[in-house]
């Protein structure tokens, strides 16, 4: 490649050229389809030849629909991503033991392909241990009842099978020929997964059990490196890496392996009852830009995408359906604005810095103050990694200033310039001289995500009934059908047996639940004894999980909700014999922690009455009759090919009733738009939309405090930082996927536990209707345009470095109008701009011809822009909010 015009601004210069490496770069990787091996150094992946500075996307596939996997595959590439990485869940692979199933959401091979014909590489963390907030940690349930089996040590049982499951991957992938060498988009493979957080319980046996892993990976002839996270201890062949908030200071075992980061947790996951995560695109950018500062080489989001935990997939304890994570990508597949655009823009510039960072074998560190750092990766001959003239220079340099004070902006000097650098922040110098990005400054823009609430549609299957209004959103009293689940053992599968069983051993986690029935005589002198005395008999159970619900002669007296907490329960019985029921809920298996095997659910422990004449009964010892699951999930109420149900027509005014079953049919709008069930007027339960399980379905509350009114990015991030949500319902909305709908006539079923209002379901549209962005003219170069350069033939002049504003809308939509534009002095933020003292009066009228009617546009930050300086001598901002709209339609709202 040559140059073919002078670069007009030498202010440019080394931006550009670094612009250059990139595009080799971007063009080498489109060609990988060709065999080409993986290695690595000390400092990085080797690619081809190359080493490699490298952004990985986490996207796990069974939280998507196959459906969904192109555009979550496109928008991570578009973001700047050059892997996708996700787990192998094992328990969906293989439900049943030598079972396989690769089909539908499981199947593996479609997923690796679709990112292979996007040109980016794959990451596969087989473990076969998950964590991941799924079930059982991704174990198949089945695993727990060979004999002799204990999980994740040097035992011989769980070794066979995990070594078989292992094998089957990494031999459907050879077969599909999707390694590096064969062609294939796979560079790097995961065994195990934090089992250094655990490795301790199992005293010298963990240790062998490491090293048993890695060996048995190894020997499957992959021809790719592995990794194991979390494992101070990984065998001197297999790469150890960090998974955590902040991974800037870590080392692997070894001098000879590089720093890879595979979970930079960019969010966090969310448990019933509890406020919603969020960490701030400022501090992970932060977090991010560190890492590769102090000599990081692969970075991995964790998640790039969440997505959602559907059917009964979500893990446990009480892991929500939701698995959001904040992500940059959201659980719709919408973009989360600014997240999204800030990363992009920091992969951007990451970029622009990879012939650097790769040419030097390690950084070269600068004390610049207090809490002040430069980190300057310099190469001082004429660079051979790829095939470009430089035009007579002889260096490569790119730097990182870094400010890690929590509160205070600093300037510094550096190389003979002044920079000034926010707190908590890193500035990325491309050439060691112009900044072109700092991870506290946004340029990207907001997106407000909208529910949309129009006139609904109705389906012709139940004939409508007058619409109502209730503050202002329309929802339709359409029919309603239901049945009621028998409060009782209800099977000839039941069975009875002395003493107490544990939950997992009885269910198999076919079901959710496991009825537990018993017969309590009471006499009349127990009834006297109580009355006389003013006793209060309790039934009392040493500890149950996830949920209890105790019934006497049918009829509910309490709940009880918790991890292994203890049941101290009121009782009232009658003169003579009397049904106890009992029933336990799982709401997730557990997915974390050592001897996962013996963590079943239910009940544990002793279960006695206490307050009889005679004394405590202990009722461990008595004979129960179990019963699995719910006679409407065995009959299959949910599907559409069922008619095992006695189904009768609901009244508007019926009163709430505990585990019933209801059904309708709803339509939905034409488009791209993700759908979403509200369902904040339902208790408990599970739903199913044409017999595909959505989920479970909560409204628990989260605490009213916690909550900060203004999120401070600056200073270390926890989970408990930043959260939203406080005093609200944890989940009210439910993705349903676009793939799994019809046009109209969709079948809606929903199991209720605790007593709800189905009238007041709506279906609603998921979009992001609202956008903003505010950049000021000392913001940077729009990145991208420094990225994209082809200075061939192109000249690049200074007016490039004009900051830009550039706002666009997603899936389609285009910017239908302006709702404020103010150029000069702006006050407020995104849905609550206003006017400053400094205004330029064309600011709407430019912006609306710039945009309005397009599905992007870009905007100078400049007074000749907008027919001159409104103020001289004050630095002058564009704050911008604008209204997306569908080309076809403004919006919808159904109610079922």
């Given amino acids: 490649m040559n140059n073919k015009k002078m670069l007009t601004s030498n202010s440019t210069i080394g931006i550009v050229l670094f612009a250059c490496f990139c595009f080799v770069t971007v063009t080498e990787a489109e060609e990988y389809f060709k065999p080409f091996n993986v290695s690595y150094d000390h400092r990085a992946l080797i690619i081809d030849g190359h080493r490699r500075i490298l952004i990985s996307a986490g996207i796990h596939y069974p939280r998507a629909t196959p459906e969904m996997w192109p555009d979550l595959i496109a928008k991570s590439k578009e973001g700047g991503a050059d892997v996708i990485e996700t787990y192998v869940f094992w328990n969906g692979h293989e439900p049943a033991r030598g079972q396989y199933n690769f089909e539908g959401r499981y199947d593996l091979v479609k997923f690796a392909k679709l990112v292979a014909s996007k040109g980016l590489y794959f990451f596969l963390r087989i473990g076969p241990y998950a964590c991941a907030e799924w079930n059982f940690g991704g174990f198949p349930v089945w695993l727990r009842d060979i004999p002799g089996i204990v ?48 490795e301790g319980s199992f005293g010298k046996a963990g240790k062998e059990y490491t090293k048993w892993a890695a060996g048995m990976a190894l020997s499957l002839g992959a021809g790719v490196p592995w990794v194991m996270c979390k494992q101070t201890d990984a065998p001197y062949d297999i790469i150890d890496t960090c ?67 559907f059917g009964r997939t979500a893990g446990g304890p009480l892991q929500i359906t939701s698995y959001d994570y904040d992500a940059p990508i959201d659980e719709y597949g919408l973009l989360s604005e600014p997240k999204w655009g800030h990363l992009k823009d920091l992969h951007a510039a990451l970029k622009l810095c990879e012939p650097a960072l790769v040419a030097a074998d390690s950084p070269t560190y600068i004390k610049l103050g207090p809490k002040q750092e430069a980190h300057v990766y310099q190469l001082d001959v004429r660079p051979k990694l790829v095939n470009l003239s430089l035009s007579g220079f002889s260096s490569i340099c790119s730097a990182f200033l870094a400010n890690i004070d929590e509160k205070k902006t600093a300037t510094v000097t550096f190389q003979g310039r002044t920079y000034t650098l926010p707190p908590w922040s890193v500035s990325i110098l491309p050439d060691c001289r112009n900044t072109v990005y700092n991870t506290a ?117 309490g709940n009880t909700v918790g991890h292994w907490v203890k049941v101290v329960q009121t009782v009232q019985f009658a003169p003579g014999y009397n049904d106890l029921t009992l029933l336990s809920q799982t709401v997730g298996l557990q997915n974390y922690g050592a001897f996962l095997e013996k963590d079943g659910g239910g009940i544990r422990g002793t279960i006695k009455l206490t307050g009889f004449e005679n004394g405590d009964i202990d009722l461990s010892k008595s ?246 300086d409104p103020c001289e001598g004050v630095v002058k901002t564009l704050a911008v909010e604008a209204r997306c709209t569908s080309p076809s339609s403004d919006g919808f709202v159904s109610s079922v």
């Avoid at 590096?180 to 790097?188: A, F, K, N």
């Avoid at 990081?296 to 995408?305: D, E, R």
């Avoid at 407000?448 to 004939?463: A, M, Q, T």
């Fill in 441 to 557: 400054k946004i340029g990207a823009q907001t997106s407000v995500k909208l529910l949309d609430f129009d006139l609904p549609l109705v389906s012709s299957l139940f004939p409508s009934q007058k619409l109502i209004n209730q503050d202002g959103i329309f929802r339709s009293s359409s029919s309603w059908v239901t049945a009621k689940e028998p409060i009782r053992v209800w099977s000839n599968s039941s069975f009875t047996v002395q003493g107490i069983l544990e939950h997992l051993n009885v269910t198999k986690d076919q079901s959710d639940y496991l009825w537990y029935s018993t017969r309590i005589y009471v006499s009349d002198s127990d009834i006297l004894f109580w009355k006389e005395n003013d006793v209060t008999p309790k039934l009392t159970i040493d500890g149950i999980r996830d949920i209890l619900r105790v019934f006497i002669n049918g009829q509910l007296i």
């Fill in 623 to 868: 004979f129960w009759t179990y019963q699995v699951g719910l006679q409407g999930e065995f009959l299959e109420f949910y599907s559409e090919e069922n008619d095992n149900a006695e189904w009768v027509e609901l009244s508007p005014d019926a009163l709430p009733s505990i585990f019933t079953w209801y059904k309708t049919y709803f339509d939905v709008p034409d488009g791209t738009n993700p759908i979403a069930l509200d369902l904040q007027s339902m208790g408990k339960g599970q739903v199913w939309v044409n017999g595909n399980h959505i989920g479970r379905y909560w409204t628990q509350v989260s605490p009213k405090d916690g909550c900060e009114q203004f999120c401070d990015y600056r200073g270390a991030y926890s989970s408990d930082k930043c959260t939203t949500n406080c005093g609200k319902p944890t989940q009210t909305l439910y993705h349903v996927p676009r793939s799994w709908l019809r046009a109209s006539n969709n079948l809606l079923v929903i199991l209720e536990e605790t007593g709800g209002n189905p009238f007041a379901i709506s279906v609603k549209l998921h979009s992001a209707r609202t956008i903003c962005a505010q950049v000021s003219e000392l913001h940077y170069p729009p990145l991208q345009k420094l990225v994209n350069v082809d200075v061939i033939g192109q000249e690049v002049s200074v007016d490039n470095m004009i900051p830009e504003m550039h706002l666009w809308c997603q899936d389609g939509q285009i910017i239908s109008s302006i709702t404020f534009a103010g150029f000069g002095t702006p006050e407020g933020s995104c849905q609550n701009f206003s006017q400053g003292q400094c205004h330029a009066p064309s600011s709407m009228s430019t912006v609306s011809k710039a945009c309005q009617g397009k599905s992007s546009c870009s905007i100078k930050i400049s007074s000749s822009v907008f027919g001159g």
């Fill in 151 to 198: 999980f994740r040590t040097d035992n011989e049982p769980f070794k066979v099978e995990m070594e078989q499951f292992v094998s089957k991957v990494v031999n459907i992938m050879r077969d599909e020929k999707l390694f590096s060498w064969q062609g294939g988009p796979i560079i790097l493979l995961q065994i195990e997964n934090e089992y250094g957080n655990i």
């Fill in 243 to 309: 998974n955590a908030y902040y991974c800037d200071g870590f080392k692997p075992n070894s001098p000879h392996k590089p720093i890879m980061w595979t979970e930079n947790w960019d969010g966090w996951y969310t448990q019933w009852g509890e406020r919603l995560p969020h960490r701030p695109v400022e501090d992970l950018a932060f977090a991010v830009a560190r890492f590769f500062q102090r000599g990081g080489s692969f970075q991995n989001y964790y998640m790039f995408f969440g997505g959602t935990n």
